[in-house]
Each structure stands twice: as C-alpha cells, then as structure tokens.
C-alpha cells in the first residue's frame, strides 16, 4: 500500500487550480481512497476540499492514513492548521474528524460556508503546545 501525489497529467480535467494537491492510496494498481486539499497562504490554513474511500476500503484505516498525509504536508507548508466543511447532515464524516483531533469552530470563522454545513478545524499548536 502507497500513498502518492497524483501528478498534474494524472488529473488534468479535476484540477483546475495549480495550488491544488491529491494524494491517493493505491494498492496493486486499484486507487482505494483520495484527499484533495488546497493551501491557502492568506489564511495558512490547509483546506480539505474532498476526501473519498470505496466502499469496499472503507472502515481499514485508508481515510485515517490520508488525513495523516494532509498533516503532514500542511506541516510542509508551515500552514497553522487544516480545515474542512462537511455537511451537517453527514454525521459520520463529522465524528470521524472530531476523532482525528479536529473541532468543530464557529460558522465563517476562515471562510464562507453554506448554512447547513460545520466548519471543523485542527491547529498544530493546540495539539503540539498542550
């Protein structure tokens, strides 16, 4: 099992913005799960704009590990934080986050959202200055 970036020519019609990073984790040839995540200089926040597993992959740790690979390129980036918007309706995707050491913040506290979304948000220093 690997987790790689896809290249540019991987993902030429998805990608439209070049700030835009995927990994993916593969294994034999069969891509089990993505993370798309753009970094925000303004803001030095990371944001998850999209996170999938098939279904067959999923509950074996494969978004769990893919999450860790955002953190650790948002680490690269020296960005503060990593945030993501998930629909409240979405309650598993919801404690999935709570449980990868992110919170749920304030509607619009980095950004615009839509009203029936939670914003949740991780920062390093609430986890490595504690």
């Known amino acids: 099992m690997i987790i790689r970036e896809l290249q ?9 913005d070049s700030k835009t990073k995927v990994f993916v984790i593969e294994q034999d040839e069969v891509t089990m799960g993505c993370i798309e995540m753009i970094y925000d200089k303004v803001s030095n926040f990371l944001e ?5 597993v098939l279904e067959q992959y999923q509950r074996r740790g ?7 690979a955002s953190k650790g390129y948002a680490r690269f980036e020296k960005a503060e934080g990593i945030t993501v918007i998930i629909e409240e309706s979405n309650d598993n995707a ?5 449980k990868e050491d ?7 506290a980095l950004l615009q959202q839509k009203a029936t979304s939670v ?8 986890i490595y200055n504690s």
């Open 48 to 52: 998850i704009r999209n996170l999938w």
């Open 94 to 98: 919801i404690q999935f986050f709570l």
């Open 62 to 68: 494969i978004a769990r590990k893919l999450v860790k």
């Open 8 to 16: 540019q020519i991987d993902i030429k019609k998805m990608q439209k």
């Open 102 to 108: 992110f919170k749920v913040w304030p509607k619009n």
């Open 119 to 126: 914003l949740l948000g991780f920062k390093f220093s609430d």
